[in-house]
């Protein structure tokens, strides 16, 4: 069974960094899109960032353009979105999703205080 681990999620303050991670079990994510998508208690779903295999082609949403980065370690597996100048409004669970969406993991919590 192919699962996707989410960490890296936590509680930091206004304007503070925060790295997630997800890594893959029965999976490899070189030949495969991958994405963040956020939940918000009360909010649809909102697909943040992806990254592609054509030329590690990447997307942002506007809400988090010029302060989200995705990346993927090939070596390692592993899919990384690494946020900067964190907002109260990008508090959410941050789901991780590979293959189109044919693969999602439980989520990481990212809640930011003012």
């Known amino acids: 069974d192919v699962q996707l681990v989410e960490s890296g999620g936590g509680s930091v303050e206004l304007g503070g960094p925060l790295t997630l991670s997800c890594t893959p079990l029965?999976?490899?994510?070189?030949?495969?899109?991958v994405a963040w998508f956020r939940q918000a208690p009360g909010q649809k779903r909102e697909g943040v960032a992806a990254?592609?295999?054509?030329?590690?082609?990447?997307y942002y949403s506007d809400s988090v353009k010029g302060r989200f980065t995705i990346s993927r370690d090939n070596a390692k597996n592993t899919v990384d979105l690494r946020m900067i100048s964190l907002k109260p409004e990008d508090t959410a669970v941050y789901l991780c999703?590979?293959?189109?969406?044919?693969?999602w993991g439980q989520g990481t919590q990212v809640t930011v205080s003012s």
């Open positions: 999703v590979a293959d189109g969406f044919r693969y």
């Open positions: 029965g999976f490899i994510f070189s030949s495969h899109s």
């Open positions: 990254i592609y295999t054509r030329g590690g082609t990447t």
